[in-house]
């Protein structure tokens, strides 16, 4: 899926350091960016009088905070665990406040010449914004504007070359600026749909693998490492739960298209494993004109709505958010369906990033005409088994995200991705080079996002070793070669206080053998953070029962196991469990993982980590124990 280095907002860093001209005041570049996309590139000076209606992102309040507030609700030991916030807390605290607002409304006036009454403030305070000539925005941001044409599709994209300049005091009150859908629009032709679905394929990730179709179709748990069954990850989870406040609980798996479930595989799935729930479906939550089309993968979303349906039995409802309009898919992303359940995030902190997201409404013959934005509700758990490369994305971007996942762990809300399957290399096995650029044979280990954003849970994959049973401690996923599960360090994020002593601990006791240039592992953020199986779940693809493999099951399996504990709490009076982490890291949760101690994940030359006692960057805490973890979270209030 998600939509690489494609559309960009480019702006390229010169090869010489910027002149040294004389000026009132320091500047310095705000953003900047390494190299041209493959298949882009420059074709003319944009004429100087075209109008870009720029959009500057302003620099939110407290978000210096956010880590405390979330510890505040969420950490086991803080009187306000539980005391989650609502959305207008949450919009009121973050915020720009009147002086970020004021001197970058100054500059614009000062260094730019703008007319005071040509700058307007959005509706929620989170962005100004003002149309500019291309002439005016060279001289205010110290760069200058090109037409980028694609090989491919003979699509035009303007962006900046070199970076972008902003002074100092300026600066430190700006998110990042960009140009506009309008904008964007008006210079980009549209690829057919044949070759947009082409290219939707070819960069899809954390596709899960599948093999031959089952001949004998065995049920029980005489064979789990072939053939993973529900009654497989009852039994390894301790996962029996009856639920009783199915009306009060949500869960959710995301899925973008055009991936899509396939209704008689699911009954197929059903029929073999779980009877009563043959015709049962997930609830459809459409974003963005989600629908269910009938073309492009049905493997991922075959196996996360059959894996948590059927984990979660007939009783439990489960949402389907399905993301884009099945004509714009080529850049759907997370930030999609973020806005959707977020209005705040849609309108607050801006929207999307033409370089990054889909845009809507979408002009395209059959595209969605209009953008969601805060029309569907966060379930109290998410699931997503998609992913980028960390180094695919700009800081700025990654950092907003991330931030979001943060507020949304406010409001109450578990946020589960899958961490991955190329082991401490990225997707498709690709490391980083030297200056941080994706390289197929670079050496330096390259992390997933949003695995890397200390606000989520991410999920490891684990597996019933050859002929072991389900009373056997499972290993680290490993198919030879081929595929592991994804764990390290992210070079964006700081380590975050829960999983300080944790992750300083392993270091300690397994110092791994790689120099900090290839794996920043000395105050980063650590990954994943708990795993499940991942290997060999029998699903239902194409109308056979095939084994069905990656993080990606990982992810469903764990969401089924936490909304199970929500059921119990909400039948108490009690309220959704939200982030995890700081639980989960914490002394009184400490036995209630199954450690795994078996295993590594190699990748970029390397033999990667090596799954240990206790926490380690290929499995995290271990898989989960549901008995003990109902019991942990039942005490807390
Ligand atoms: C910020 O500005 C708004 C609108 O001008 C005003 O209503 C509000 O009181 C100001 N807030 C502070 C803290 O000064
Ligand atoms: C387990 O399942 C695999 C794959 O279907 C099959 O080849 C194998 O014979 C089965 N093993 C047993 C002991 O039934
Ligand atoms: C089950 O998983 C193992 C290890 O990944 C793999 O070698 C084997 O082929 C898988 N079984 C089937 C039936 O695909
Ligand atoms: C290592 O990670 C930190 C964040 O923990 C980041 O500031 C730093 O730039 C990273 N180093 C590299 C070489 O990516």
Known sequence: ?????RLFMLCLL???PYAAVASPVAKSYHESRRSIPAGWTPVRRAEADIVLPLRIGLVQSNLHNIEAYLLDVSHPDSPNYGNHWNAAQVADTFRPSNETVDVVRSWLVADGGIDFQRISLSGNGGWLQVD???DEVERLLGTEYYVYENLDSGAEHIACKGGYELPGHVSKHVDFITPTLHFDVSLKSRRSSKARRRASMASSSFSPKVGNPFKDIQSGVSNCSEQLTLDCLRALYDFNYNPVATDRNTVGVVEYDPDHYVATDMDLFFSTYSK???????K????????????????ESNLDTQCMMGLLGPKQEVQLYQVGDGVEFKDLSFNNFLDAIDGSYCTFEGG??????AIFPDPAPGGYKSKDCGTAKPAYVISTSYGYDEAQLTPAYVQRQCTEYAKLGLMGTTILYSSGDSGVAGNGDACLDPDGTVDYNGVIFNPTFPAGCPYITSVGGTQVDPGASVTDPESAWMVLDVFYSSGGFSNVFAIPDYQKSTVQGYLKNYPPPYSTDICNFTASRAYPDLSANANNYSIGYNGELAP???????APTVGAILTSINDARLAIGKGPIGFINPAIYSPFFRDAFNDITKGSNPGCGTDGFNAVPGWDPVTGLGTPNFKKLLAKWLVLP
């Not at 999307?352 to 997201?357: A, G, I, K, N, W």
């Not at 069905?548 to 990982?554: D, E, H, I, N």
């Open 14 to 16: 010169a090869a010489a």
């Open 276 to 282: 009563s729930q043959v015709g049962q479906r997930p």
């Open 548 to 554: 069905v493999s990656g993080t990606s099951a990982a």
């Open 352 to 357: 999307d990033d033409p370089s990054f997201d």
């Open 1 to 5: 899926m998600l939509a690489f280095t």
């Open 132 to 134: 500019m000539t291309v």
């Open 284 to 299: 459809l939550v459409a974003v963005d004109g989600g629908v269910l089309v009938d073309y492009g993968d049905i493997l």
